[in-house]
DNA sequence: CGCTATACATCATATCACGAAGTATCCACT
DNA sequence: AGTGGATACTTCGTGATATGATGTATAGCG
C-alpha cells in the first residue's frame, strides 16, 4: 500500500488492535498484518505517541524473565477511533471525486 | 480532516482533477475545495513532485498579462488513479477492522 | 491610489515511517 | 555445550512531505 495513504490508516489501526482487549508490541503486529503490514520500529514509535496524546496507557508485565509491555485503551483513544468514523463519510466522498468517469465526451 | 489521511489523497485527488480537463493551480485548488481544502504552497509542491514523475506535463500560457501553468494528467498519472482504485479494497479492510464491535462481552 | 483577487515561487520547520543496529531471553536442534 | 531463531523492546539517522510565512507581479474596482 500507498506509504503515505497507510499514514493515515497507522494509528487508528494501532488503537483498533488493543481497543477489545490490552496487548502488547509484538502482537499487535501480527495482530495487525492482514490488513497492514509494519516494523517494530514503527510501532514502538507509534506506540509511544499516542502514550504521549494519552490514547493509551502502558502497564509492563514480566513474561519469561522478559519484559512486555501491554497498552490499554484509554477514552481519548476510542474518541480518535470514533473520530475516524466521522471521517469516513469526507473520504467516501473524495474516493468518489478521484473515481467518478467524466463519461460522455472521451 | 486528519493531516496524515489527508497526505495520503492529496496526490490523487490532485490527478483526479485535471484528468478532465486541463487545470491551473489557483483553479484546482477551488475545484478540490468542497473535497480537501489545500494552500498554494502545498499544490504547488505537490504538482511539482507530480511533474518529477512524469505524472503531469505542464505548459505555460499567458493569461492577461500573467502567466498559468496548464496541468495536463499523463498515462503514468492516470495509473497512478487505478493503483488507488485498486487498493480501495484494502482501505475498506481496514475501516472494517477499525469499526469491527467486538460485541458479545463489553 | 489603495485594495483585493489572481497566480506562481521559495524557504524553514515540524512530523513521521522505516531500515539498521543493539540488548536480552527462551527454546529447539545437534 | 553451542548455535540459531523467535520473542521483545530501544535508539538513531534519514528521507519524504504539508504548511505557514513571505515575496513578486498584474488586473480590475471603487
Redesign the interface.
Known sequence: ??I??????????V??AI??KDSYGYQIIKDMK???DLSESTLYTILKRLETANMLTVRSVEHGGRLRKYYHITGAGLKR?E???D??G??L???R????E?DGN?
Chains 1, 2 share one sequence.
Open positions: 500500500m500507498d503515505q495513504l497507510k499514514r493515515g490508516l497507522l494509528d487508528v489501526c488503537l483498533a481497543k477489545s492482514p490488513y497492514l477511533i473520530d475516524f468514523k471521517e469516513w469526507e473520504i466522498s473524495i474516493y471525486f478521484v473515481t467518478k467524466d472521451e
